[in-house]
């Protein structure tokens, strides 16, 4: 069953504004984590921001953000301010004990 | 500090042989993975190892090996190459097994073909 599923293959946005990337996920464990990593076309995974389960506020880094809704079993991705280098495919993960699934990706890309 | 390290880049296999992905990091992370991601999906862990001495299956072992052979370096082995495990295999690590909420660091990937 999939665990991870993200419904937007592409996305566009304006440089400067802000974008939101969707993600929800299935689990019946309590203790969880949600991870967001982007991926350039250069092809390696870079890190951006992750939520606990367990964690009642939102999770930010920067420019990123994570929306949390635990009921609704979502974990979508804020942008703000886009800038150019933010165009690359973005996957969101869980992570339940040693088991980490990742979502299909969106494919961000920032027009000027 | 390198952080994760594979090797090779890129291979090219023909149906039928057999070769060794190697991965190293240098973190002093506990945890390692092996995933591989075809196109225009995500990643699918293939095997993990908790910790040094363990090694355990993930969401599509089957046609792989591995061998965790210290704390720093965790290989992948296929045994008998098929077109279908044309792929980029990351390899990845973290602070622990078991715990959600570490992160794991990812390394540039090998990009492998089979004919």
């Known amino acids: 069953a999939q665990k991870i599923t993200q419904t937007q293959p592409g996305m566009f946005v304006q440089e400067k504004e802000a974008v939101t990337l969707d993600c929800t996920y299935d689990?019946?464990?309590?203790?969880?984590?949600l991870f967001w990593y982007k991926q350039p076309s250069s092809g390696e995974m870079i890190f951006l921001i992750y939520?606990?389960?367990?964690?009642?506020q939102n999770a930010t880094e920067g420019r990123y953000s994570l929306n949390f809704q635990k009921a609704r079993k979502s974990a979508n991705l804020v942008i703000s301010a886009s800038q150019l280098g933010d165009s690359a495919m973005y996957f969101c993960a869980m992570r339940e004990y040693n088991d980490m699934r990742f979502g299909a990706g969106t494919r961000l890309t920032v027009k000027p | 500090n390198a952080g994760v390290t594979q090797t090779p880049k890129f291979q090219v296999l023909k149906t039928g042989q057999s070769m060794t992905l190697q991965c190293a990091q240098d973190m002093n992370h506990n945890s390692m993975y092996w995933y591989r991601q075809d196109p225009g999906m995500g990643l699918r862990l293939i095997y993990y190892?908790?910790?040094?001495?363990?090694?355990d299956k993930g969401e599509v072992p089957n046609g792989y090996n591995v061998s965790r052979l210290n704390k720093r370096e965790f290989s992948l082995r296929l045994e008998s190459a098929a077109p279908s495990q044309t792929s980029v295999y990351f390899c990845?690590?973290?602070?622990?097994?078991?715990?959600?909420?570490?992160?794991?660091?990812f390394g540039p990937g090998t990009r492998l073909t089979v004919l």
């Open positions: 939520q606990g389960s367990y964690d009642e």
């Open positions: 990845a690590s973290s602070e622990a097994g078991g715990r959600y909420y570490n992160e794991q660091f």
């Open positions: 190892s908790a910790s040094e001495g363990t090694t």
């Open positions: 689990t019946s464990d309590q203790s969880y984590g």
